[in-house]
């Protein structure tokens, strides 16, 4: 396949400087590495032909060696609400998800930060597939450049919930956020980190300063539930994620986000949303609620009636807590939140494999 990485370097997450180390290794002026660096970056050109004002030997020794994302589609999907699911890989067989997802006043786009997750969440497709790799800095730059090439709308806002958990890559997701904000122009304020809940992790964030928007899936305000939902909350515990999540929102002045995947019977009582209420008391904050796209998780997790989610709403807004609920988009094509499988021959039968594992071992062992 012509544009995929394979043995070629790929161009998408170098910055501009570096470009520009380029142009002069294969001996042109350092402004050369400027346009190119322009056409990538702010032109959205994904392959070196569309560069017409550079000159022709020198895209055709960028040609020989290099790829802009090196990214080779594998599938893609658009569902009826306008929303773009791309299935990529970048010269090996792990494949992994990318989502465009177009509103009437913003682009936004969800990457994915590793192919596969190794968290185990029991609720989510991915974690049901299990963790292959790291992605690089150019396996998630190049989702974002990717996108934009379908879109003549700029996408000004990037969410990290694909595939994987973000901060267990934390520096290459730092080193690509950079890269977007740097040289695409896009705002840390217009990207957001969803994360499962590693507090050394979020503290290390923090120290940065960056006045990125980081979100924890929380999903429940006690112990003995999140344990059995996420196995992460053995390890950090509520409380002291919640604190870590204070302490980011006070260090950035950011206000930050609990996402909260509403599964029908499991965390959506009253009770739970009283202690949720009571838990995020005190920080800026607001409560994302995420009725659960139904997965076969083996465990019968079941989506909530719209009712119930209205119910629990209200509990917290009674209480003063600013509650947001997912406007939820691409349905028929499976490009929900914790949907994003890699599902192709290969994946899928690991998945399959991995399903019926699960419905053997009861959700407590
Ligand atoms: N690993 C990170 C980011 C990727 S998951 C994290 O866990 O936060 C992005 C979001 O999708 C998380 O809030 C996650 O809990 C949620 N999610 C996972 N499976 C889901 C499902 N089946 N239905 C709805 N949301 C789900
Ligand atoms: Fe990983 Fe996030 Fe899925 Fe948990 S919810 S398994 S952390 S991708």
Known sequence: MANVAGSSKVLAGQSSQELQGLAKQLSEPAYRGRQLANWIYKKGAVEFGQMT????????????????????TVSHQRSKDEVDKLLVHSGDDQVFECVLLPYRDRVSCCLSSQVGCPMGCTFCATGLGGFDRNLSVGDIVGQYLLLQSLTSRRIGHVVFMGMGEPLLNLGTVVAAMRVLHEEVGLSYRHITVSTVGLVP???????LELPIHLAL???SPFDAIRNELMPVNHKWPVAEVVQAMKDYARKTGRKVTFEYLVIDGVNDT???????????????????LIPFNWVDTGHGFARPDQAKVAEFRKVLESSGVNVTQRVERGHDIAAACGQLAGQHAGRFAKRDRLVALQRAIPIDQ
């Open 53 to 72: 004002d550079l000159p022709s030997n020198f895209r055709r020794s960028l040609e020989d060696t290099f790829v802009v994302t090196g990214l080779a």
């Open 201 to 207: 992790q979020i503290r290390a964030l923090a120290e």
């Open 217 to 219: 899936s929380l999903h």
């Open 270 to 288: 009253a009770e739970q949303a009283k202690a949720l209420s009571q838990l995020v008391r005190g920080v800026s904050c607001v409560v994302n």
